[in-house]
């Protein structure tokens, strides 16, 4: 498994999962019209184009249901592949039974995970060759966020902050409890010094007075082109900007061309359609 992901934790969601389907029961269906000895061949096969992520999960639904030692897998792509309709993931081979119990876990969170490393690539092939990097943000799904975020990372993307502990970012309504933009960055560098801290602003004025505080990055909010514009040039250089906001495909490049360093694209993880993947057994 990727090493950026805890094993433990990735283990003990991919279990509860299971239990969600089987909710301490049997699959039914599968135990009634299967034979528990029967032996299938399936492979994994992508319905339409785009970029697999969560082949190392979808193998750990596999062996967690049918048993670490009882299935053969082999896998045809990696992690961050970009593949074509038709393609074949993964071959497993293993007892029927397990292998058509496992399917509906294995599909939901490998074609949930494709889909959004495959959205993040038409952002990353949006921005090529603009100096410019496309970010994730928190609008993930609950409990879902490490997997999303490596997702994210499949599709070339990059990650910002996984929590609310590991970096700060003043939004506005912390700079009005502080009683402004410079007051709030000073408290956050006082009681953390050593986080990585940006300030979210939405005028070009507010951008600047964040610069002069300190702040090493700031968060551009729903700025149209001629005010980015703008803050890139009052900046000058003195802090990384990221636009965030009103960010559509369709005006990534023209976003991207005004100098900002990053856009912060929450769609990535919340809107990403699931990539269309089936498991299909062979026939004898």
């Not at 969170?109 to 090529?128: C, I, K, Q, Y």
Request: glycine share 8%; net charge negative.
């Amino acid at each position: 498994m990727d090493d950026t992901l805890d094993k433990q934790w990735v283990e003990d969601l991919v279990r509860a999962t299971i239990e969600e389907d089987l909710a301490g029961g049997v699959d039914v269906t599968t135990t009634a019209t299967v034979d528990a000895e029967q032996i299938s061949v399936a492979d994994f096969v992508v319905r339409s184009d785009g970029v697999v992520a969560g082949l190392q999960i979808a193998e750990l639904v596999l062996r967690l249901v049918a048993g670490k030692d009882e299935v053969e897998i082999e896998h045809s792509v990696a992690d961050g592949a970009a593949v074509k309709a038709g393609d074949v993931l993964l071959t497993v081979r293993g007892k029927t039974r397990p292998l058509l119990t496992a399917e509906r876990t294995t599909l939901n969170l490998l074609g949930h995970l494709s889909g959004v490393a495959t959205l993040t690539r038409r952002w990353v092939e949006a921005l090529d060759g603009t100096g410019a990097v496309v970010r994730d943000t928190r609008k993930t799904m609950p409990l879902l966020r490490t997997l999303e975020k490596y997702a994210v990372r499949c599709g070339g993307g990059q990650n910002h902050r996984m929590g609310l502990s590991d970096a700060a970012l003043i939004k506005d309504n912390h700079v009005i409890a502080a009683g402004g933009v410079a007051e709030a960055f000073r408290l956050v560098r006082k009681d953390f010094p050593d986080l990585p801290v940006e300030v979210e602003v939405d005028s070009v004025e507010d951008a600047v007075i964040a610069v002069e505080a300190g702040a090493e990055l700031i968060l551009l909010d729903n700025m149209d082109v001629p005010r980015l514009r703008s803050a890139v040039e009052q900046v000058a250089g003195r802090a990384k900007l990221e636009a965030s906001g009103s960010l559509r495909l369709d005006n990534a490049r023209e976003v991207a061309e005004t100098g900002v360093d990053y856009l912060a694209v929450g769609a990535l993880t919340h809107s990403a359609p699931v990539l269309d993947i089936a498991m299909d057994l062979q026939e004898s």
